[in-house]
């Protein structure tokens, strides 16, 4: 492993840069799929929501790729601690994209539904808070492409916006169910998208957890990011609904 | 590489056991907080719930444990095709047994919201779906330990019960919030336990998926699996809720 070190590491370096351009790759694929469905769900546009569910099968198969680039990487440079860890997190960071894209899609598959339900006061929420979500997604991948440490710590801080947001559609939404029976139906849907968009929210500050990681070497701590640890620690499912 | 291969694979494969116990002990965690998740939300029991949402922050470490394992593995064995894919496939079912615990841990979140709510009809159906899903998680965790590929596809293709379970609830919910107002609140947070269920069940199927992988080298086809398309590829968001 030790002979022609640096000629290895150069290699290694433009194999890295490859792997990473996939990942953000991906990862814009994921960001148009998460607007693309909240406008598709604004706008009542089936088609956009087909659209964004069809294409989520290419983010699954770019993950695949990342996957099969990393271990060929893998094998071919048999990389060292920082090295590895790095290709490490380039493929947790698109497995959490993978993820991302499924969430749009589940938002997409609601707005048949949703169509037929005719409008509704609380999706008025939707849009801002759909507009949170792409930023964070997009800065937490831009903090990935520039291994940017301090902007990764500030998209943790950040997702507590996404938070109050949903929070607040939470209760809004149940209300509107109780005053009227017949928005029940199509109020448990917007429940679950804008769940879907607050778990983007989670996704990315994992995305930043690992930029960190990737950079540093250790998890961010509470300390680093600045919050109550309730709100963020073990990531998505640590928030009551 | 190639010298003294016999060698490597011998010592490789005592690393690669050891990764595997590592993750199989970390499911085990995990489908017990989903067993005492749902128990504690049948019983009331704030104890028991409290505990499952500490016991997660165990789960969250070993997940850590399994990647320095893992990463320590491939820098110092070098594994090649195969082999590699057996590690990085430890790695990715560590990550889908974190995210397990997080849905246990979020339904324990929501007993003492649901214990302030007063006895529940649908509550009656829970159990039975929580079982389902802690036997489908089992049955993936056995597969991944005897690389059982047949098996591997039997879980994906159970699934589908889950899924049952899941929209069944989500409707009686839905007839249940219509009748009484006073039920929405609880009854809401209900579909998301439901959907927490319902998304583990997903995740032992993305289990049964990276088994069958990893000892295949090939994706588990539709074919394979006997499913139609879209209840199940690109796994939990596929399904409408």
Chains 1, 2 share one sequence.
Do not use: W
């Not at 060292?80 to 960071?93: E, N």
């Not at 037929?116 to 492409?145: F, Q, T």
């Amino acid at each position: 492993m030790n002979n022609g070190t640096m000629h290895t590491i150069r290699a290694f370096d433009e194999d890295l840069d490859q792997l990473r351009v996939q990942v953000l790759e991906m990862g814009g694929l994921a960001e148009a799929a998460i607007t693309a469905s909240v406008d598709a769900m604004i706008h009542r546009d089936l088609e956009g929501a087909l659209r964004v569910v069809e294409n989520d099968r290419r983010i699954d198969a770019m993950e695949l790729e990342v996957e099969r680039l990393a271990v060929r990487l893998i094998a071919l440079r048999a990389p060292m601690a920082d090295d590895l860890r790095s290709v490490i997190a380039a493929l947790k960071i698109a497995g959490v994209i993978e993820r991302m894209g499924d969430y749009a899609k589940n938002i997409a598959k609601r707005v048949p539904v949703l169509d037929a339900a005719g409008p509704l006061e609380p999706i008025s929420v939707l849009p801002a808070m759909g507009r949170a979500v792409s930023h964070l997604v997009k800065d937490a991948l831009d903090a990935y492409a520039n291994g940017d440490t301090e902007s990764a710590v500030l998209v943790c801080q950040r997702d507590r916006e996404i938070d109050d947001f949903y929070n607040s559609l939470f209760r809004t939404l149940l209300t509107y169910m109780m005053e009227q029976p017949h928005n029940i139906t199509p109020s448990a849907h917007l429940l679950f998208v804008a769940k879907n968009l607050e778990r983007i929210g989670d996704h990315a500050t994992n995305v930043a957890e690992m930029v960190y990681y990737a950079a540093t070497g250790e998890q961010m701590t509470e300390r680093t990011r600045g919050n109550d640890t309730t709100a963020n620690l073990g990531a998505n499912m640590e928030k009551q609904a």
